[in-house]
């Protein structure tokens, strides 16, 4: 079974500074990792998957997270963020073999002015 | 194109009233969910189907059924409504598990 942690249910930051928001993985087989971003009172949108190929994977809107497989990390960045960028993200991990995907609890971003 | 659609947007219910969340997906999808948000737990899986015809637990699946009507629809019911089912109902769909899930606005449930 697979299983996804995220470090940090909060995480405040002012505008313009650099954010990271951890994520590691447990999984006995390869999985494909995605981060979803959830504004206030929506559902959730992909920001960006990795399913192979390059450990560095961009995404919408300035970010992006690297895939560590020794360190089981999917950690997602962004150099600079925006008062727009204040919503929960959800670290998300589905096995090869599975339909099933299995979320985070969640972190919530606040980008102060 | 309307991605996925979800009905109704809001609910109240009276402890043991029934009901049903009703999902529908225009993008040729195979797969489709159902999940629930509570604060400070995420996304729990209720019930999916990988297939039209096909429906398989979750890791919340108690007190709930599922039906994938056809490619389309995949509605949720709830037989006897309970406080402990009060969250945010989300369905969403994809081609398959390496493909993105596309998630409806979503059904905020009231139980009293």
């Known amino acids: 079974a697979q299983s996804v942690t995220q470090l940090d249910s909060q995480v405040p930051v002012f505008e313009e500074a650099p954010v990271e928001l951890r994520c590691n993985y447990s999984?006995?087989?390869?999985?494909?990792l995605f981060w979803y971003v959830q504004y206030p009172n929506q559902g959730l949108q992909l920001l960006l998957k990795?399913?192979?190929?390059?450990?560095l994977v961009k995404g919408i809107n300035g970010f992006e997270a690297e895939f560590n497989k020794s360190q089981t990390s999917f950690h997602l960045r962004k150099p600079s963020v925006h008062i727009s960028d204040t919503a929960e993200y959800f670290c998300?991990?589905?096995?090869?073999?599975?339909?099933?995907?299995?979320f985070g609890t969640g972190t919530r971003l606040q980008v102060f002015p | 194109n309307a991605g996925v659609t979800q009905t109704p947007k809001f609910q109240v219910l009276k402890t043991g009233q029934s009901m049903t969340l009703q999902c529908a997906q225009d993008?040729?999808?195979?797969?489709m969910y159902w999940y629930r948000q509570d604060p400070g737990m995420g996304l729990r899986l209720i019930y999916y189907?990988?297939?039209?015809?096909?429906?398989d637990k979750g890791e919340v699946p108690n007190g709930y059924n599922v039906s994938r009507l056809n490619k389309r629809e995949f509605s949720l019911r709830l037989e006897s409504a309970a406080p402990s089912q009060t969250s945010v109902y989300f369905c969403?769909?994809?081609?398959?598990?390496?493909?993105?899930?596309?998630f409806g606005p979503g059904t905020r449930l009231l139980v009293l």
């Open positions: 990795y399913l192979s190929g390059s450990t």
């Open positions: 998300a991990v589905t096995a090869h073999n599975t339909d099933k995907l299995i």
């Open positions: 993008m040729n999808h195979n797969s």
């Open positions: 999984s006995s087989v390869s999985v494909y």
């Open positions: 189907s990988a297939s039209e015809g096909t429906t």
């Open positions: 969403a769909s994809s081609g398959n598990s390496q493909e993105t899930q596309y």
